[in-house]
Structures are given as structure tokens and as C-alpha cells.
């Protein structure tokens, strides 16, 4: 069996907005691909490490599906990053940090909803062409979504960023929801293998 592809997902405290969208998109990419072909992993720019979830992201992220067992916060690094195909990142402020850490990373790493927007405006026909297995595809998606960059204006902060609820009222924990769970399925759809 070849190498798995590697996912990072990267916030700040590695407790609300990275991990739910680890837990999510590994759920995702293992109904496409089976279990062991992808792996999704999360770490935090200031992370507050051994943390389990924060119980409000945790209770948006089982209340779309997918569980939070076992999870435990960690400290981003640039080896971490160096062994990552993709790395998705909550701002594009993380996305500064990401690329500081390992300055090659430059051509993989993206703010998630920057990436979603990215992928779901290229054509089906180039992103349907066959791989010989998940690393390969993961790879192929990233160079095209990589090509898209200078195609056309940049999404604004505001689009591009999820919000940060650490510590804030209930409703900004719906609203980061609202938005992982609203890019999640270009983000699936264009990751994942054959349906």
C-alpha cells in the first residue's frame, strides 16, 4: 500500500476550529477513499497542548455527525508541516505563520474557505482525472487549487477566515460551524477519491 496523503488542519489553540475541521474532513475522505488512505491531523499556532476539545466546538462537531474521541491538542512545528501534502488553515493569518515555519509550504498551504472557493470553480473534467491513489490526487488538487490563486481577486478576510469563538458567546461557536460546514463540501468533493 502506498503512503497515505497527509492533511494538516492549523488554528490557534488547536481546541475549536482546527480539530473540528479534522475530525470532519477525515470522516469525509475516509467514505471516499476507506480508512488509512488519508490522514488528517491538527496542530495550533499557540496551542494548549494536551487540551482535549473545547465543549462547545466539541458539541457542534457531534451535533453534524462526527465524534471527538481521543482528541488532544498540539503544538504546530515546522516538521509537522514539512511532512504535510495540505495544510488548511482557520485565517490566512495561520497561513502567514504556517509559511514562516517552512517557507516551501508556501505552495500548499491555504486558509480553508479560500481553499473551498479555489476548487468548487475548477472544472469537474480536470479534477476527475484518474489517480492511481490518494496521495497522488491530494497532490494533483493542490497544484490546480495552487494555479487558481492568480486567476482571480482574493476573497476578503472576512470570507476567507473562520471566526475564532475560543472564550466568546454560544452563537459564535454556530457561526464557525455555519462556516467549516458550509466550505466542507467542495473541500470533499474535490479531496476525495472515486464515489
Known sequence: ????????????????????????????????WGPGAVEV??????????????S?????????????????????TPDIVAGSDLVLTATRGHRGTVAQLHPRALRYVFAFREFADLVAGIRSDRMAQPA??????VTRVVALAAG??????????????????YRRAPEVFDRMARQIMDSL?????????PR
Do not use: K
Open 1 to 32: 500500500m502506498s503512503a497515505p496523503a497527509r492533511i494538516l488542519t492549523v488554528c490557534t489553540g488547536n481546541v475549536c476550529r482546527s480539530p473540528f475541521l479534522e475530525r470532519a474532513l477525515q470522516a469525509e475522505l475516509d467514505r471516499s
Open 41 to 54: 491531523r491538527s496542530a495550533g499556532t499557540g496551542a494548549l497542548v494536551g487540551d482535549t476539545m473545547e
Open 56 to 76: 462547545h466546538a466539541r458539541a457542534r462537531l457531534e451535533e453534524n455527525g462526527f465524534a471527538a474521541d481521543g482528541f488532544v491538542a498540539r503544538q504546530l
Open 132 to 137: 492511481d491513489d490518494a496521495h497522488e490526487h
Open 148 to 165: 487558481e490563486r492568480g486567476l482571480r481577486p482574493p476573497m476578503p478576510d472576512e470570507e476567507a477566515n473562520i471566526v475564532d469563538p
Open 185 to 193: 463540501p467542495a473541500v470533499a468533493q474535490a479531496l476525495g477519491g
